[in-house]
């Protein structure tokens, strides 16, 4: 079972993701955050709970409270504190070549994923875990 997070402001689309993911592998564990504020809270709250803490992150770029920059230099100061490996893909509408240089030149994110994902996209970022 993958424990997966989609940290995105958008309700249609993290609704549709669900769906797209769900349909493609039905033991997906998919907690939602509205902004990279929310899921940095929870897993600063969940620091030695390895059960809490995700395998993946699909992380939206353009998020009110905290963007998904900032999500990455908040994760950054965290990671070395956590249990296991998180794999972070940046999930996004941008196709701006800045957004997607920005994302390859960070050690944290392993990819760059342009909206909607598809299913056979998913199923190859979780078969890379």
Do not use: C
């Amino acid at each position: 079972m993958t424990k997966l997070w989609i940290v995105d402001d958008d309700p249609a689309y993290t609704h549709l993701a669900k769906f797209l993911i769900t349909d493609v592998d039905d033991e997906a564990d998919i907690t939602t955050f509205s902004d990279g504020d929310h899921a940095i809270d929870h897993l600063t709250a969940h620091l030695t709970d390895a059960d809490e803490l995700p395998d993946l992150i699909l992380l939206d770029i353009n998020m009110p409270r905290m963007d998904g920059w900032q999500f990455l230099d908040e994760y950054a100061a965290l990671q070395d504190r956590l249990p296991k490996k998180v794999t972070i893909y940046m999930l996004s509408s941008s196709i701006a070549d800045g957004d997607k240089k920005k994302a390859a030149d960070n050690p944290l994110v392993k990819g760059y994923v342009v909206k909607p994902m598809e299913g056979d996209q998913y199923l190859q970022i979780r078969g890379e875990l």
